[in-house]
């Protein structure tokens, strides 16, 4: 793999941050947003559901692709191309809109182009940082990155719900805004950002897959996120019905937007916690945290319909889920070999987004079914069965004897 200049690496990684930070206040205010559209165009839990599967989709059926791509191709320029389509399909968008001529089925097809493109865009990401950051710096970069990323989600959450309430359009205008500034600073990032040409093309698809499945560890926390991912997207997909007014919540678009704010600032404490709890617990403690916090958060509107209650346990469920992302990123790049850490961070992220892409329609179709309230406690209940694997896997002996696997034999 090319490593970039000494003198170029500080302004590389001000590109990266700038280009990540951008790219979570437009998705996030989507994903807050186009459900909420929707629910306005129809009260079926699963038509509404769809636009939210639609955004985690890609995860499931286009991120090893896109894993393959950023090994194969210039890391910069995929990131240029994916952050020029999706403003193109939000520019298209924000059209349709102030013509009013945009259906909800219409909102899940730019959903899903916005979820391809952030395929490429959270993998290129993870395979760049690596390359401008020496490997004792690993943590504290990915540490900023989570950081920053919880602190925009946070401020296209509240943001986002004051936006929404004054329609689609100006929403679409934000996210069009947040994607030009990403390209903007990608003119900065320079290059060239290829991984080794030879050995990046072979076993294109599989490579990480093989890779995690020759480590053990990583493997379970894969898993493990993909069925706590599930849950979460049922969970989300079904809240605008539950929290929204009619709905037994009785919440305004804006006071949508502050509750689910309310896991974003866990997720700032989680972030400053993360280093602490990793120096005086052990790395092991970041995943089981997260695990505790998360099956509390899915099962409280199942027991309430407080929204002082919701938040607190919303707050509490986002104090982990940084600590999470800081230790597994970490060990991604600090274990796989440079010419496959593309694929290995899609090959993560499929098994672990995957499952937030289908909870959204499992989670539909129990709501349908039994009523939200199956929805959050089967998530609760679900999530805490993961202590299981989590006890006997993710030990700290496993954490401590875990080592690079030889890149020809994967």
């Known amino acids: 793999m090319t490593m970039a200049p000494l003198r170029t690496r500080r302004r590389a990684f001000g590109a990266i941050w700038v280009v990540s930070a951008s790219s979570y206040v437009a998705i996030w205010a989507l994903r807050l947003a186009l459900?909420?559209?929707?629910?306005?165009?129809?009260?079926?839990?699963?038509?509404?559901?769809?636009?939210?599967?639609?955004?985690?989709?890609?995860?499931?059926?286009?991120?090893?692709?896109?894993?393959?791509?950023?090994?194969?191709?210039?890391?910069?320029?995929?990131?240029?191309?994916?952050?020029?389509?999706?403003?193109?399909?939000?520019?298209?968008?924000?059209?349709?809109?102030l013509a009013d001529a945009i259906p909800s089925v219409l909102l899940a097809v730019v959903a899903l182009v916005l979820g391809v493109g952030e395929t490429v865009v959270e993998t290129a990401v993870a395979a760049l940082v690596p390359q401008v950051v020496a490997h004792d710096e690993l943590d504290r970069a990915n540490t900023r990155l989570t950081g920053t990323q919880n602190l925009m989600e946070l401020a296209a959450l509240v943001l986002g719900g004051l936006v929404a309430s004054?329609?689609?359009?100006?929403?679409?205008?934000?996210?069009?805004?947040?994607?030009?500034?990403?390209?903007?600073?990608?003119?900065?990032?320079?290059?060239?950002?290829?991984?080794?040409?030879?050995?990046?093309?072979?076993?294109?698809?599989?490579?990480?897959?093989?890779?995690?499945?020759?480590?053990?560890?990583l493997l379970t926390i894969s898993l493990m996120a993909a069925v706590i991912n599930g849950c979460w997207g049922a969970w989300l997909a079904v809240l605008p019905t539950y929290a929204v007014a009619p709905g037994p919540m009785g919440l305004s678009e804006p006071a949508y937007g502050l509750l689910l704010a309310a896991g974003s600032v866990g997720g700032m404490l989680g972030v400053l916690l993360a280093g602490p709890v990793m120096r005086r617990l052990g790395r092991r403690w970041t995943i089981g945290i997260n695990i505790v916090?998360?099956?509390?958060?899915?099962?409280?509107?199942?027991?309430?319909?407080?929204?002082?209650?919701?938040?607190?346990?919303s707050l509490v469920g986002g104090v982990g889920g940084p600590m999470w992302a800081i230790s597994a990123a970490t060990l991604q790049q600090r274990l796989a070999p440079a010419e496959l850490l593309g694929r290995v961070s899609a090959a993560a992220r499929f098994l672990g987004y995957g499952g937030l892409a289908l909870g959204p329609l499992v989670g539909g179709l129990l709501a349908q079914q039994l009523g939200v309230g199956a929805v959050f406690l089967?998530?609760?209940?679900?999530?805490?069965?993961?202590?299981?694997?989590?006890?006997i896997v993710v030990t700290e002996r496993a954490m401590a004897q875990m080592s690079p696997a030889d890149p020809v034999a994967v």
């Open 166 to 217: 004054l329609g689609l359009a100006p929403t679409l205008a934000v996210a069009l805004g947040c994607h030009a500034l990403a390209l903007l600073a990608l003119t900065q990032l320079g290059g060239p950002y290829r991984a080794s040409g030879s050995t990046a093309r072979r076993g294109a698809l599989s490579g990480g897959l093989r890779f995690l499945a020759r480590q053990r560890v």
């Open 293 to 313: 916090g998360n099956a509390v958060m899915f099962a409280a509107p199942a027991l309430t319909t407080n929204l002082w209650l919701v938040g607190v346990a």
């Open 35 to 97: 459900p909420l559209f929707a629910a306005q165009q129809t009260a079926s839990p699963l038509l509404v559901a769809l636009v939210t599967f639609a955004f985690n989709a890609p995860w499931l059926g286009f991120s090893l692709v896109a894993g393959a791509l950023v090994d194969c191709l210039d890391r910069a320029r995929l990131l240029q191309f994916a952050a020029a389509v999706q403003g193109l399909v939000l520019a298209a968008a924000l059209g349709l809109a």
């Open 378 to 391: 089967g998530s609760g209940l679900l999530t805490a069965l993961m202590l299981i694997p989590y006890a």
